[in-house]
């Protein structure tokens, strides 16, 4: 594996690769790896000769100082699991890297909706963020093909409108993979790190709950059965931000369903100070 911290030298490097006809996937992240994270390695390895995967805890997303501030590092473990994941290249720039003109931002990227529910209202901010940084990733990189975690799934539908908004969706495709999970069905984190081990023995209630809504919907209301799953995780002591069933290509929320509407049903919920998500797209 090839560690990269110089934007310009990447940039070139990857320009020769293209020249010689290599195409190239990449894999943004904020570290702290899992198996999740080496999914995504995984799928663009089998698709490209080349997978760029990038680390970078961006401080644009944050929109809570303290979140950033205990954001797990464990830098040379990643590193490990990436050569062995058979990563070609690490992307490892530093904050002045990616915003050599300061944090303040330029643009504003006009994401509408989206941006008015569930985390980017919760977390004010924060896909302006995510897309300041991905914008700056994405012109470095210039990937034939983009990788996300599905457990990100609002992300992905951000992203996927930003590669538009850049008009890069001829040369950059998006794909999304599935999240994995720990055997008691929590979806893999980075933030599971800070879980103690209570914590972390309530934690898979989440997938609990978004389980309850697949196994017991009913063409109808719908609210009966978000109330349930709330108080599922109440119960546990999670402090809900969100607990919507929504549909599943525009995030619209769905009160009554006629039983044919791709629904997808989405969590943030809060396990004292550790802020979890997670979603599940009801088939
Ligand atoms: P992060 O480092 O949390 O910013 O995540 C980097 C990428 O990995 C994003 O596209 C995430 O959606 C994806 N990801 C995070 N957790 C998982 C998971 N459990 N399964 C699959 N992909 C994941």
């Keep these: 594996m090839i560690l990269f911290k110089k934007s310009a030298e990447l940039h070139k490097w990857i320009d020769d690769q293209r020249q010689n006809g290599k195409s190239i996937g990449f894999v943004p992240t904020m570290g702290a790896l899992h198996r999740g994270h080496l999914s995504l ?3 663009s390895n089998k698709a490209h000769p080349i997978t760029v995967c990038s680390i970078f805890v961006n401080p644009t997303q944050f929109n809570d100082s303290i979140d950033f501030d205990l954001y797990p590092v464990t830098i040379e473990k990643d590193i490990d699991m990436l050569e062995e994941a058979g990563t ?9 890297e990616i915003y050599p003109g300061g944090l303040k931002q330029k643009e504003k990227y006009p994401l509408g909706y989206l941006e008015t529910i569930l985390e980017g209202k919760f977390r004010p901010g924060h ?3 995510v897309c300041q940084v991905v914008q700056q990733l994405l012109e470095i990189v210039k990937p034939d093909e983009l990788f996300l975690g599905q457990k990100d799934y609002q992300q992905c539908m951000v992203l996927a409108k930003l ?3 850049l008009e890069m969706h001829e040369q950059t495709r998006v794909t999304v993979s599935p999240t994995l999970r720990e055997p008691d069905g929590l979806a893999m984190s980075s933030r599971n790190m800070r879980l103690n081990s209570e914590e972390r023995k309530k934690a898979p209630f989440i997938y609990y709950s978004l389980n309850y809504i697949r196994e017991h919907i009913k063409p109808g209301k719908l609210e009966s059965f978000r109330i ?3 108080s599922i ?3 546990q002591g999670f402090k809900l931000d969100y607990f919507e069933i929504a549909d599943a290509k525009t995030l619209e929320p769905v009160n009554d369903w006629d039983g044919e509407q791709d629904l997808v049903t989405l969590v943030a919920a809060y396990l004292n100070d550790v802020r979890l998500i997670d979603n599940l797209v009801l088939d």
């Excluded at 070609?88 to 530093?94: D, T």
């Design 41 to 43: 390695v995984k799928a």
């Design 88 to 96: 070609a290249i690490l992307f490892l720039p530093s904050v002045k």
């Design 127 to 129: 896909y302006q963020g």
């Design 163 to 165: 590669v538009e908004l």
């Design 228 to 230: 349930r799953s709330q």
């Design 233 to 235: 995780l109440e119960e």
